[in-house]
């Protein structure tokens, strides 16, 4: 038999904590019902902040991103609400009072959330711990209750960190009314210990939030974001924006004001314009000489080139660092050809120097192997030869042998040394099976032919190597 109050009559002689907590979750149900009905204030929401290191507030449309060292974000060029124009920028994050900034943005949060589905949500919140509470008041014993219990907390204590703080006294009242009819039930049941693991409950943010700012002070803020601005395409882009809408929106702002910030903002502009003329002027100049000095594997000239552009880059203020990057860069690729260039020049000269001797003596041998090619080729492609012939052939054959025989090659060409006096003793072997065979053509003379086709490719290889040793290089 139930007694007036609704709940079961032990429930109402043993629990009287589940009472008043229900009461004060119905109560805060309805008061969240009737503020999520009233739907979300017209108008559009707060905007976000960020806030300089010197303490100027620049409005973001929108939240901002962080990536790599720098914070992106858009920067509306007039009143927030009605922009003329949007531009999305980047700064580097040292540049930005991040304390102060994450604060603000907490707080816009919080109250963009507040304004839109925050009472919705905690309706439904509190509309789940008058259910829960519902099942608790009929559930069979005192384990099912603080299991219930238990489960009512635990989504009391995560609600304000997921749902920005919203209305975090009245969970925290809800959570000490649930808390507190735990004990009760574990009392009734005779239980002693209850682990509650304790959590710290989130608070609403304090930060305040500005005014909305107006035409002029959206101006005077977009300015400071394009001073603040690293690149100079970002730095121009929204400087040129901002006069045209001081241009555009003339009457609507101070006259005093108007004239000295279109002022301001037409010498930085002018001022762009001019280092952009001296920037490309430089960089045409450097490109110019260092063309003549690589040409020239004039090395020490173009490092001095390169010391020269750096003067007066720092002379110019350092204003165009992307410029001067891409500059310096190709001053360096430049630099390092004359380098390579100049090595190999000096590398020739040492050769055609140390090795005067040697070049000689295996110009004159590649000559005597000029004089017996035709010859050599003949036995390949199974010509005959006269015995005349062939006795004249041999006999130069074995003088190139006995030339090289003696010869000191330099280290790097001793294998193409012994690649010429390898083809020179194939040769000799060809010849000598030519004459075997006379005007018979049968295996000796194809192994002749073999082993004239040897000798040429060896001839080929060390031809190679002999010349790339000792060839001058190449004018640019």
């Not at 008061?31 to 999520?36: E, K, L």
């Not at 009242?173 to 210990?193: K, P």
């Not at 000029?370 to 030869?385: K, N, P, T, W």
């Amino acid at each position: 038999m139930r007694q007036s109050g609704g709940l079961p009559g032990r429930l109402a002689t043993r629990a009287p904590r589940l009472r008043s907590l229900l009461t004060a979750a119905a109560a805060l149900c309805v008061a969240g019902a009737a503020a999520a009905a009233a739907g979300p204030p017209q108008g559009a929401g707060p905007s976000y902040r960020i806030f300089l290191t010197d303490g100027t507030p620049v409005v973001s449309l929108g939240e901002f991103a962080r990536a790599g060292g720098r914070v992106v974000f858009t920067v509306p060029i007039g009143p927030p609400s009605s922009p003329d124009a949007m531009h999305v920028v980047s700064l580097p994050d040292s540049a930005i009072d991040w304390d102060r900034t994450e604060r603000y943005t907490d707080a816009v949060r919080h109250q963009s959330y507040a304004a839109t589905r925050g009472n919705e949500d905690f309706a439904a919140l509190t509309g789940a711990v008058a259910r829960a509470l519902g099942d608790m008041a009929f559930a069979a014993d005192a384990s099912a209750k603080l299991a219930i219990a238990a489960d009512i907390r635990r989504q009391l204590l995560e609600w304000p960190a997921a749902h920005f703080g919203f209305r975090s006294a009245d969970v925290r009242e809800l959570t000490v009314h649930v808390e507190e009819a735990i004990s009760a039930i574990r009392a009734g049941a005779g239980l002693r210990t209850f682990d509650l693991s304790l959590v710290a409950m989130i608070e609403p943010p304090s930060e305040p939030l500005l005014p909305e700012p107006g035409l002029q002070e959206a101006l005077t803020r977009a300015a400071a974001v394009a001073q603040a601005a690293e690149t100079r395409r970002e730095r121009v882009t929204l400087q040129e924006s901002i006069l045209a809408v001081l241009d555009r929106r003339k009457r609507e702002l101070p006259k005093d004001w108007h004239a000295s910030t279109r002022k301001d903002l037409a010498r930085r502009v002018g001022r762009e314009q001019e280092l952009d003329r001296a920037y490309a002027e430089l960089s045409s100049r450097a490109l110019r000489d260092a063309r003549e000095r690589e040409q020239d594997a004039d090395v020490a000239g173009l490092e001095q080139l390169a010391a020269r552009v750096q003067r007066e880059d720092a002379r110019l203020g350092y204003q165009r660092p992307e410029t001067m990057q891409a500059l310096l860069a190709s001053l360096a690729a430049s630099a390092a050809s004359a380098r390579e260039k100049r090595v190999a020049r000096d590398r020739y000269e040492w050769r055609h120097s140390t090795y005067r001797s040697y070049r000689r003596g295996i110009e004159d041998t590649l000559e005597q192997f000029d004089e017996v090619i035709e010859d050599i080729l003949a036995v390949r492609s199974f010509g005959a030869l006269s015995g005349r012939r062939l006795s004249r052939t041999e006999k130069r054959v074995g003088a190139i042998v006995v030339d090289l025989l003696p010869a000191q090659p330099p280290a790097e060409l001793a294998s193409a040394h012994e690649l010429l006096l390898s083809s020179a003793r194939l040769m000799t072997q060809a010849l000598q099976l030519q004459r075997a065979t006379a005007a018979a053509r049968g295996e000796a003379s194809q192994n002749a032919s073999a082993a004239a086709a040897g000798a040429l490719l060896l001839l080929d290889s060390a031809r190679r190597s002999v010349d790339g040793f000792f060839r001058k290089p190449a004018a640019p």
